[in-house]
């Protein structure tokens, strides 16, 4: 395997894991807070796996120059803008109603949330 | 304990599909399809050198005007929640580190973000990164700061008529040239130029605007509900 290859390799081993924590953390974390930290960590892996999937080992960012021969793929970049904005309105309101449901609650632990249980 | 062993469970089988079905994947050496397409004709059908923001803007405008809507109504409700149900008062004064620094940055941070939204065509940036930058010195402003912000409504009005302007764009391409947010309805000029690429700065312009004048009410909004009670 050569160097660009493990890199390229890596890149998403290192995108597939952050996308686990955060499911792992979603999924087993009773603070609804660290949940909402956990819920941005596997967005973020998800927005490294979609730039990973334009990405080709040893071109350069996809801006036209005399110099430039080759570039990755833009169109997973372009994508991920939306994708990281979107990402950051849903954190936001995440922490809206979790600051309020704490409130409510008295306490952040989401096993006192019993309004939110069906 | 049982909930982190089902945890570990779920994110055990998951990963397990994942790499299964990713087994027969290899590394591309050559692109293919539309990013072929954009790489080889994007700065001759729009004028910007930045490909990224070609997609974003011209290709794929229609998207980011959805994109703009799903931002509006997330700061809306964020705004709407936390004024309607007041949660606190009072807020944290700032130590003396922050308070002296947000009397220095925030001049040196918005010319940045202004540098960043009309560069957006040139280089890395556009109207959502140098949006969510101005928006940052104003969040430095407000911490070092030992008031609770008002209503404004010069923000209102900021967020308004940048919306307005990205439709009315979009509108003039479809009036001019049959086509709604058309880039070329001005001129591309020469690539590489700070005045190029159609109406890719005045959207990134209008973007921008929005985008920070958006972040801004979330972080006001935020400011006036924390704090002690």
């Given at each position: 395997m050569t160097a660009s290859a493990m890199f390229y390799w890596s890149l998403a081993v290192t995108a597939l894991g952050l996308v686990l924590i955060g499911l792992w953390g979603v999924l087993t974390r009773k603070n609804i807070l660290r949940i909402a930290l956990a819920f941005t960590l596997a967005d973020t892996g998800v927005n490294l796996i979609l730039v990973w999937s334009g990405f080709l080992p040893g071109r350069s960012a996809p801006i036209v120059d005399s110099s430039v021969t080759s570039m990755v793929d833009p169109l997973p970049q372009a994508l991920v803008l939306t994708s990281i904005v979107i990402g950051v309105a849903v954190a936001a309101l995440f922490v809206v109603v979790g600051v309020l449901a704490s409130r409510k609650s008295g306490s952040a632990d989401i096993r006192r949330m019993k309004e939110l249980r069906w | 304990m049982i909930r982190t062993i089902i945890g570990l469970v779920i994110v055990l089988a998951l990963s397990a599909i994942v790499v299964s079905s990713v087994s027969d994947y290899s590394m591309p050496s050559e692109l293919i399809g539309v990013g072929r397409g954009y790489t080889e004709q994007g700065v001759n059908d729009t004028?910007?050198?930045n490909l990224v923001t070609a997609v974003v803007v011209a290709y794929r405008g229609l998207d980011t005007l959805g994109e703009v809507v799903v931002l509006f109504s997330a700061s809306t409700a964020v705004v709407l929640i936390l004024t309607l149900i007041p949660i606190g008062a009072n807020p944290t004064p700032p130590s003396s580190i922050v308070a002296f620094t947000a009397g220095i940055l925030p001049g040196a941070i918005v010319l940045f973000g202004i540098y960043i939204i009309t560069h957006g065509h040139l280089s890395p940036g556009g109207g959502f990164p140098g949006g969510a930058v101005v928006a940052s010195a104003f969040l430095l402003v407000m911490l070092g700061s030992n008031t609770i912000p008002g209503k404004s409504k010069f923000l209102t009005s900021i967020e308004s008529i940048a919306g307005l302007t990205f439709g009315l764009l979009g509108f003039w391409g479809m009036l001019?040239?049959?086509?709604?947010?058309?880039?070329?309805v001005l001129p591309a000029g020469s690539?590489?130029?700070?005045?190029?690429?159609?109406i890719i700065p005045l959207i990134s312009l209008a973007i921008g605007a929005k985008v920070a004048s958006e972040l801004s009410g979330v972080f006001a909004s935020y400011r006036k509900a924390g704090g002690e009670k």
């Amino acid at each position: 395997m050569t160097a660009s290859a493990m890199f390229y390799w890596s890149l998403a081993v290192t995108a597939l894991g952050l996308v686990l924590i955060g499911l792992w953390g979603v999924l087993t974390r009773k603070n609804i807070l660290r949940i909402a930290l956990a819920f941005t960590l596997a967005d973020t892996g998800v927005n490294l796996i979609l730039v990973w999937s334009g990405f080709l080992p040893g071109r350069s960012a996809p801006i036209v120059d005399s110099s430039v021969t080759s570039m990755v793929d833009p169109l997973p970049q372009a994508l991920v803008l939306t994708s990281i904005v979107i990402g950051v309105a849903v954190a936001a309101l995440f922490v809206v109603v979790g600051v309020l449901a704490s409130r409510k609650s008295g306490s952040a632990d989401i096993r006192r949330m019993k309004e939110l249980r069906w | 304990m049982i909930r982190t062993i089902i945890g570990l469970v779920i994110v055990l089988a998951l990963s397990a599909i994942v790499v299964s079905s990713v087994s027969d994947y290899s590394m591309p050496s050559e692109l293919i399809g539309v990013g072929r397409g954009y790489t080889e004709q994007g700065v001759n059908d729009t004028g910007s050198v930045n490909l990224v923001t070609a997609v974003v803007v011209a290709y794929r405008g229609l998207d980011t005007l959805g994109e703009v809507v799903v931002l509006f109504s997330a700061s809306t409700a964020v705004v709407l929640i936390l004024t309607l149900i007041p949660i606190g008062a009072n807020p944290t004064p700032p130590s003396s580190i922050v308070a002296f620094t947000a009397g220095i940055l925030p001049g040196a941070i918005v010319l940045f973000g202004i540098y960043i939204i009309t560069h957006g065509h040139l280089s890395p940036g556009g109207g959502f990164p140098g949006g969510a930058v101005v928006a940052s010195a104003f969040l430095l402003v407000m911490l070092g700061s030992n008031t609770i912000p008002g209503k404004s409504k010069f923000l209102t009005s900021i967020e308004s008529i940048a919306g307005l302007t990205f439709g009315l764009l979009g509108f003039w391409g479809m009036l001019t040239l049959g086509q709604f947010l058309n880039n070329l309805v001005l001129p591309a000029g020469s690539p590489g130029r700070i005045i190029s690429a159609g109406i890719i700065p005045l959207i990134s312009l209008a973007i921008g605007a929005k985008v920070a004048s958006e972040l801004s009410g979330v972080f006001a909004s935020y400011r006036k509900a924390g704090g002690e009670k």
